[in-house]
C-alpha cells in the first residue's frame, strides 16, 4: 500500500501547472458533493504520479502525473474548482 499523504504533498506539481496557492483552493467532489481544500485531500503518490482523495468520501477527485516532459491531469471527480487571487 502506497503511504498516504496530504494535499500539501501534492501541491508543488498543482503548482507547477495553476498560478495559484493550490492547497487553498476549493474542490467540489463530482461523488458527494462536498467542498473541501485541496490541502485536505488525501494524497497517494506512485510511480505513475499521484492520486488526490475527497477527504469526505475518499472518492477519487483528481490523477495526475509530470512525464516525459508533459503535464497529465485527470480531473473527472471535481465538480468545480474554486481558487483565490493571489493576495498582495
Ligand atoms: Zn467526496
Given at each position: 500500500m502506497e503511504p498516504?499523504?496530504?494535499g500539501n504533498a501534492a501541491a508543488g506539481t498543482?503548482?507547477?501547472i495553476f498560478p495559484?496557492?493550490?492547497t487553498m483552493a476549493r474542490a467540489t467532489c463530482a461523488h458527494?458533493?462536498?467542498a473541501n481544500m485541496l490541502?485536505?485531500?488525501g494524497a497517494y503518490m506512485h510511480g505513475m504520479g499521484t492520486v488526490l482523495r475527497c477527504p469526505?468520501?475518499?472518492g477519487v477527485l483528481m490523477r495526475m502525473a509530470h512525464m516525459h516532459g508533459s503535464y497529465w491531469?485527470?480531473?473527472r471527480g471535481v465538480r468545480s474548482l474554486q481558487?483565490?487571487?493571489a493576495a498582495g
Open positions: 498516504k499523504l496530504d498543482l503548482e507547477e495559484f496557492e493550490m458527494c458533493g462536498a490541502g485536505a485531500a469526505s468520501c475518499e491531469l485527470d480531473m481558487m483565490s487571487e
